[in-house]
């Protein structure tokens, strides 16, 4: 009853915050210098058809005006269509966000495979060898940029080895998994230094805890208490951090699609950035936003399935 009430709670408290995304990214996205008439017709585009394609894509009218047309199409599931490709932006969004959310998915997949097994390894070998190893090496991927680590694994395992292609995407779902298995790497590898340090530090803290050596002293064996007592508790902070580092991953996504040439959402969106193609910006923002929010509430519903206590 209590998780009922609260994922109801959080379900409204979404409402102003996507009400709030929908002003922001109308007024960010009139803030862009240039115009979108200048950047379909170039550099020698005459005043008048400077003001004839305004008026068509109604950027004429008064700001209010505008914002109020745009909200009316956005309910009614109408993003407009793409200046420059001539598409309805729904359209493209459904072409391209699927790879921008299945890179995501494998990246914190491989981020979760990366980080859980060594936090625990470095966290019950505390101040080993073992444990200043893997430390040491998960620092080495924080401390440098994704576009960088890109670049590396691309100029390694692409161009040198060629183990893996150097972009693209493929046809098949077992191509798209090759195709996607370097980006997804990339944005893994700082994902996963960060949920290692922060589970390692939670499994040191848990283990230090009364209840442990309660556990301990009535005679529990000690997978049990591993798998019931301390990993339960230990996953609270770090399922956390992990629903935070969604957006920063959909974020670095726009980065990692250009570095290895992936047709996503990212790489559209930057398109439309340069282009002043003011519907597929808007409509991938928000959406973009929209998910994120998405997952921020399931992050929240896990946390309190794990701790009832956040529930109420």
Partial sequence: MHLLSFILRR???????????????FV??????????????GDRALDADVTRINHQLGLDKPLPVQFLYYVERIVTGDLGDSIALKLPVTTLIAQRLPVTLLMTAMAAVIALVLAVPLAFVAALRRDSIADNAIRGAFQVGLSMPVFYVGIILLTVFAAQFKIFPVGGYGETVTEHLYHLFLPSLTLALSLSAILMRNLRASVIAVMNAEYVDFAAAKGLRSTVILYRHILRNALISTVTLFGLQIGTMLGGAVVTETVFAVPGAGRLLIDSIFGRDY??????TITLAVLV????????????WLDPRVAR
Avoid: C, E, Y
């Avoid at 960010?28 to 210098?33: A, D, G, Q, T």
């Fill in 11 to 25: 379900l409204l408290q979404m409402i102003p915050t996507i009400i709030f995304i929908f002003v922001v990214t």
């Fill in 28 to 41: 960010l996205v009139r803030l862009l210098p240039g115009d979108p008439a200048s950047a379909m017709i």
């Fill in 279 to 284: 519907p597929v910006l808007q409509g991938l």
């Fill in 293 to 304: 929010s998405i997952t921020f509430l399931l992050t929240d519903i896990f946390q309190a």
